[in-house]
């Protein structure tokens, strides 16, 4: 048996807030690994003793660190196989990266639902909605406009 992680369609009403369940915490091996993987050679990220030099005085997570955190978090329910086609997110219209983090920073997400499109099946639906990172201290550390289908709790 395994626990459900994620948000239903029915979740997602118009104006409202979805407060994901649990948190991330950034480890301070994890950004400068995805530095170097990306080839981003940024002292900024990747160079703790250039780093603690510089404006910040420590290195900096990486964006698309961060961005993919934010996004995770917030992810509907899990699809059921025949779903997979409709559950394929349309991509991101926008992310904002708002916030400094940092390792040891903490992330959260909630989700701003804007609108929601069920579909004419009534096995899920299209859900508009921007994702905001938050981190420990509860300073927005990311925005991202989001178009996903989630399925139906009854579907």
């Given at each position: 048996m395994s626990l459900q992680r994620g948000w239903f369609l029915e979740d997602a009403t118009p104006g409202s807030v979805i407060r994901h369940p649990g948190g991330r915490t950034?480890?301070?091996d994890e950004h400068p690994r995805l530095a170097w993987?990306?080839?981003?050679?940024?002292d900024v990220h990747g160079d703790a003793h250039r780093a603690a030099a510089g404006p910040f005085g420590q290195p900096l997570v990486l964006g698309a660190l961060t961005a993919a955190v934010v996004i995770g978090l917030a992810e509907p329910a899990t699809s059921l196989p025949w779903q997979a086609g409709r559950a394929t997110p349309s991509g991101w219209p926008s992310i904002a990266l708002t916030g400094l983090v940092v390792a040891g920073d903490t992330i959260v997400?909630?989700?701003?639902v804007g609108a929601v499109t069920v579909d004419d099946d009534g096995r899920g639906g299209l859900v508009r909605r921007v994702i905001e990172g938050r981190n420990q201290r509860g300073e927005v550390v990311a925005r991202v406009v989001d178009e996903r289908w989630a399925p139906s709790r009854h579907g």
């Open positions: 950034i480890g301070a993987l990306t080839d981003n050679a940024s997400a909630t989700s701003l």
